[in-house]
T-cell receptor, first 109, second 113 residues
Framework: GQNIDQPTEMTATEGAIVQINCTYQ??????LFWYQQHAGEAPTFLSY????GLEEKGRFSSFLSRSKGYSYLLLKELQMKDSASYLC??????????FGGGTRLMVKP | NAGVTQTPKFQVLKTGQSMTLQCAQD?????MSWYRQDPGMGLRLIHY???????DQGEVPNGYNVSRSTTEDFPLRLLSAAPSQTSVYFC????????????FGSGTQLSVL
């Protein structure tokens, strides 16, 4: 079966750095996605990792370790607008995209 | 460029009623899918399609039907609504089934009383 775990909620301060972890156990692996979802809105794409290592995109970076079934999303220089839910999703061997429950991030002044 | 258009935004049904959620994309994407989102459970795949005339079941297909007669449209039908189908529904599309990012519609908030 599929199991994707991420913390339910996190709180951080404006200007700080926060790391959101995601661990997964899936039947096969064809890539891992991170999506951002503001309250009441649709998810939007943030990053995609298929090989081990760090992918950097502006203030956001995503890391993958396939051997450990682990990924994290790193957000730097936090802004109030970063308050949102962050969804980890894994593309498995059957080419189905399975989402974790999401991490709700609250950024405080 | 409209992207993925989903209608309606809100809908209230009585138990046993049927309805269709509409989804259309104008990006010539091959892959389209329907998800439902419930609190604490993340997004769960209902049905998906890898091209016109081809559909397949996701994680939670029971109670829902889909068809894909054109590349652009992928409607989701609730045959006999149940309170357990109260949820937020998202349609999403991507260029192909694989390592392509999904583009989501704006969502439909459905309540079944």
């Amino acid at each position: 079966g599929q199991n994707i775990d991420q913390p339910t909620e996190m709180t951080a301060t404006e200007g700080a750095i926060v790391q959101i972890n995601c661990t997964y156990q899936t039947s096969g692996f064809n890539g891992l996605f991170w999506y951002q979802q503001h309250a009441g809105e649709a998810p939007t794409f943030l990053s995609y990792n298929v090989l081990d290592g760090l992918e950097e995109k502006g203030r956001f970076s995503s890391f993958l370790s396939r051997s450990k079934g682990y990924s994290y999303l790193l957000l730097k220089e936090l802004q109030m607008k970063d308050s949102a839910s962050y969804l980890c999703a894994v593309f498995n061997a059957g080419n189905m995209l399975t989402f974790g429950g999401g991490t709700r991030l609250m950024v405080k002044p | 460029n409209a992207g993925v258009t989903q209608t309606p935004k809100f809908q209230v049904l009585k138990t046993g009623q049927s309805m269709t959620l509409q989804c259309a994309q104008d990006m010539n994407h091959e892959y389209m899918s329907w998800y439902r989102q419930d609190p604490g459970m993340g997004l769960r795949l209902i049905h998906y399609s890898v091209g016109a005339g081809i559909t397949d079941q996701g994680e939670v297909p029971n109670g829902y039907n889909v068809s894909r007669s054109t590349t652009e449209d992928f409607p989701l039908r609730l045959l006999s609504a149940a309170p357990s189908q109260t949820s937020v529904y998202f349609c999403a599309s991507s260029q192909s089934r694989g390592s392509e990012k999904l583009f989501f519609g704006s969502g439909t908030q459905l309540s079944v009383l």
